[in-house]
């Protein structure tokens, strides 16, 4: 038995705009903030400012000021370069020890 479909196939034109102020974000292309052990902030500060800058939580910013203490550095986010930028400054400016690394893309 042949069946007719009251949904008819249809094709459709559709435009493709592309902003080239979007980074790609590929996993493969993020960049990662690291911050590095100093001995003149406090480890409260510290978790305050990864809270306030990062958007952090308590715990996730305890942990991350521990293992910068005992490892003397550690990634605190994964992003791309330009969402990091004004973190990275952010940071800096409340005192801490920040960088960015990698994120360049793979050619």
């Known amino acids: 038995m042949l069946y007719n479909s009251p949904l008819e196939e249809f094709e459709e034109e559709v435009e493709v705009i592309i902003d080239e102020d979007v980074e790609d974000t590929g996993r493969g292309h993020d960049a990662q903030l690291i911050v590095y052990n ?14 306030e800058v990062l958007g952090h939580d308590q715990t996730q910013s305890e942990q991350l000021s521990l293992i910068i203490h005992f490892k003397g ?22 005192g801490l020890s920040a960088v960015i690394e990698g994120g360049e893309k793979d050619d």
């Open 38 to 51: 100093d001995d003149h902030n406090t480890f409260e500060w510290v978790v305050e400012c990864f809270m």
């Open 73 to 94: 550095k550690a990634t605190v986010k994964t992003a791309p370069k330009k969402i990091l930028k004004p973190k990275k400054d952010a940071l800096i400016d409340r």
